[in-house]
């Protein structure tokens, strides 16, 4: 017998279903899009039931394709993003589309609660930020704007647990997950019922999941689930970590002079604690399966789905000459910005197309004609790079702050050399890339090898299964280039953020938040 772990990894855009050996080698990847649905300015839906279909013809292909015997298969364990909702009735059917956790319509909701001091008091029970896309806001707009659908609704479900819920029929989740929703003290890694009582939301307590270790083999996959997917009856189906965790297992952060950022629809940083950091106080805190620590993380979605919106609509024809020649758009971007880089370039780009500082929208500051396509990519991803440090400073400054010495790197950017080089300038820290390409399914590797007996805990699974394959370390030349762009940077957007929203008496200047 071969042994072979599964991970999947539902994220933003698309399904990832890969194929792993023991070692933590990437064999095989079956991808399927996620549709976003839209139904209003600021809602963000998926429909679950989609998003299983496109897992099971993932898995099936996955399968066939390798030739795998369904017998080799120890475990699966499938990942998701953390946060949005996936709200089911007693069958497990889902009463409405799921809410990714891009979805903004609990913000008049947060605002409301911050300005009558609700929102400090449930941030004090949850230790971690009140957010739009996090799971305790969404339930809160849904008692508030949607009474059927709480009425309808018989278990709440992250994005990772309703897919897991369809391959074994278990109902529960994590502390990662948990704590990402916003749910638990994450002291205790239990639910925070004060939590829900300063919200008055007690109602929907009795709807939570129950909580328990990602490490652990929750059932087997069922007979449907078995005929739909490929894999065998029976097959161990273990609980897994939500894909920021997932993420950082992948890149094999286990210490706290390590910080694990991935750029992707989010940026996203983390460190790790010995206990819950309370100031700065992050977008979401969790219990961390390495020593007993707390994974700090801020997020905001500000970073690498730019591009990817660029591509989409003003590269449509490099990328169809890229298709033609066997190459990716994205492949053309980096080959653009790697020459364009001795060039002047006073572009600034502003990556808040899905939200920005007090409301500042996305764009370009400082175009003139001579401007070539490449020096306009090389400012999409200098933005982007901005985004990530602004984010980076706040996680990085006050009491409980970490000191980390090196960036474990995942998403985009850690695939473009030319990039990776560029977070490195930007962020003063050394960047390091771990092997392999979806991290988020790799983390659920790590959980499924663990629970199957094959090492025997989260650290002994990362020196198996996790190497190192990149470092760059910070060009001064180019970091002193950047670090004067990014004080421009954040000067024009509180220019930007005044014009736009008109808040500037109610809110600090992110000056204020530099480094």
Same mark, same amino acid.
């Given at each position: 017998?071969? /042994?072979?772990?599964?991970g999947?990894d539902?994220?933003?855009?698309?399904?990832?279903?890969?194929?792993?050996?023991?070692?933590?080698?990437?064999?095989?990847?079956?991808?399927?899009?996620?549709?976003?649905?839209?139904?209003?300015?600021?809602?963000?839906?998926?429909?679950?039931?989609?998003?299983?279909?496109?897992?099971?013809? @993932?898995?099936r292909?996955?399968?066939?394709?390798?030739?795998?015997?369904? *017998?080799?298969?120890?475990?699966v364990?499938?990942?998701?993003?953390g946060?949005?909702?996936?709200?089911?009735?007693?069958?497990?059917?889902?009463?409405?589309?799921?809410?990714?956790?891009?979805?903004?319509?609990?913000?008049?909701?947060?605002?409301?609660?911050? +300005?009558?001091?609700?929102?400090?008091? &449930?941030?004090?029970?949850?230790?971690?930020?009140?957010?739009?896309?996090?799971?305790?806001?969404?339930?809160?707009?849904?008692?508030?704007?949607?009474? /059927?659908?709480?009425?309808?609704?018989?278990?709440?479900?992250?994005?990772?647990?309703?897919?897991?819920?369809?391959?074994?029929?278990?109902? @529960?989740?994590?502390?990662?997950?948990?704590?990402?929703?916003?749910?638990?003290?994450?002291?205790?890694?239990?639910?925070?019922?004060?939590?829900f009582?300063?919200?008055?939301?007690?109602?929907?307590?009795?709807?939570?999941?129950?909580?328990?270790?990602p490490?652990?083999?929750?059932?087997?996959?069922g007979a449907?689930?078995?005929?739909?997917?490929?894999?065998?009856?029976?097959?161990? &189906?273990?609980?897994?970590?939500?894909?920021?965790?997932?993420?950082s297992?992948?890149?094999?952060?286990?210490?706290?002079?390590?910080?694990?950022?991935?750029?992707?629809?989010?940026?996203?940083?983390?460190?790790?604690?010995?206990?819950?950091?309370?100031?700065?106080?992050?977008?979401?805190?969790?219990?961390?399966?390495?020593?007993?620590?707390?994974?700090?993380?801020?997020?905001?979605?500000? @970073?690498?789905?730019?591009?990817?919106?660029?591509?989409?609509t003003?590269? @449509?024809?490099?990328?169809?000459?890229?298709?033609?020649?066997?190459?990716? &758009?994205?492949?053309?971007?980096?080959?653009?910005?790697?020459?364009?880089?001795?060039?002047?370039n006073? $572009?600034?780009?502003?990556?808040?197309?899905?939200?920005?500082?007090?409301?500042?929208?996305?764009? %370009?500051?400082?175009?003139?004609?001579?401007?070539?396509?490449?020096?306009?990519?090389?400012?999409?991803?200098?933005?982007?790079?901005?985004?990530?440090?602004?984010?980076?400073?706040?996680?990085?400054?006050?009491?409980?702050?970490?000191?980390?010495?090196?960036?474990?790197?995942?998403?985009?950017p850690?695939?473009?050399a030319?990039? *990776?080089?560029? %977070?490195?300038?930007?962020?003063?820290?050394?960047? /390091?890339?771990?092997?392999?390409?979806?991290?988020?399914?790799?983390?659920?590797?790590?959980?499924?090898?663990?629970?199957?007996?094959?090492?025997?805990?989260?650290?002994?699974a990362? +020196?198996?299964?996790?190497?190192?394959?990149?470092?760059?370390?910070?060009?001064?030349?180019?970091?002193?280039?950047?670090?004067?762009?990014?004080?421009?940077?954040?000067?024009? $957007?509180?220019?930007?953020?005044?014009?736009?929203?008109?808040? +500037?008496?109610?809110?600090?200047?992110?000056? *204020?938040?530099? &480094?």
């Amino acid at each position: 017998m071969r /042994e072979r772990l599964i991970g999947i990894d539902a994220g933003g855009t698309m399904t990832k279903v890969v194929l792993f050996d023991g070692r933590g080698n990437e064999l095989a990847c079956e991808r399927r899009p996620n549709v976003m649905l839209l139904p209003q300015e600021g809602w963000t839906e998926r429909d679950a039931e989609g998003m299983w279909r496109a897992t099971c013809e @993932s898995l099936r292909a996955l399968m066939e394709k390798t030739g795998t015997d369904p *017998a080799d298969i120890v475990a699966v364990t499938p990942s998701g993003y953390g946060g949005g909702v996936y709200l089911v009735d007693a069958d497990g059917v889902p009463v409405r589309n799921a809410l990714v956790s891009t979805d903004t319509r609990s913000i008049p909701l947060i605002d409301a609660w911050k +300005r009558s001091g609700r929102a400090a008091a &449930v941030s004090r029970c949850i230790e971690q930020q009140m957010w739009p896309g996090q799971t305790l806001s969404i339930l809160a707009w849904m008692q508030q704007n949607e009474p /059927e659908t709480l009425r309808r609704t018989a278990h709440v479900l992250s994005c990772k647990d309703f897919l897991r819920m369809r391959l074994c029929g278990d109902i @529960s989740t994590d502390p990662t997950d948990a704590g990402c929703a916003g749910i638990i003290s994450v002291s205790r890694a239990a639910i925070s019922r004060e939590a829900f009582e300063v919200a008055a939301l007690q109602a929907w307590l009795d709807r939570l999941p129950p909580i328990g270790s990602p490490l652990e083999v929750v059932g087997g996959v069922g007979a449907e689930a078995a005929a739909a997917t490929g894999l065998r009856a029976g097959t161990p &189906v273990v609980r897994g970590v939500y894909d920021v965790v997932g993420c950082s297992l992948a890149s094999g952060v286990e210490r706290p002079d390590q910080l694990a950022a991935v750029a992707g629809t989010f940026s996203i940083h983390s460190t790790l604690h010995a206990r819950p950091a309370l100031d700065p106080l992050p977008t979401i805190q969790t219990p961390y399966p390495v020593g007993g620590q707390v994974l700090a993380t801020t997020a905001t979605p500000t @970073s690498a789905s730019n591009l990817e919106w660029l591509c989409k609509t003003m590269l @449509s024809a490099e990328a169809e000459r890229a298709f033609l020649e066997g190459r990716s &758009v994205y492949e053309v971007c980096n080959d653009l910005v790697a020459g364009a880089l001795d060039r002047q370039n006073n $572009i600034l780009f502003f990556p808040f197309l899905y939200d920005g500082p007090r409301g500042a929208p996305g764009g %370009f500051l400082g175009l003139r004609a001579g401007a070539q396509l490449a020096d306009i990519v090389r400012a999409v991803y200098e933005g982007v790079v901005f985004a990530h440090r602004y984010d980076m400073s706040y996680l990085l400054t006050g009491p409980d702050a970490a000191d980390p010495k090196v960036i474990r790197l995942a998403g985009g950017p850690s695939r473009s050399a030319v990039w *990776a080089q560029m %977070f490195a300038d930007g962020l003063g820290l050394p960047v /390091e890339i771990a092997s392999g390409s979806e991290f988020g399914a790799k983390g659920g590797a790590i959980c499924a090898a663990v629970a199957a007996g094959l090492y025997a805990d989260v650290p002994d699974a990362i +020196r198996n299964m996790v190497k190192v394959e990149q470092r760059y370390e910070p060009d001064a030349e180019r970091a002193a280039v950047l670090s004067a762009k990014y004080g421009t940077y954040l000067t024009a $957007i509180d220019v930007v953020a005044d014009l736009w929203s008109g808040d +500037r008496a109610e809110a600090p200047p992110l000056r *204020a938040r530099a &480094v």
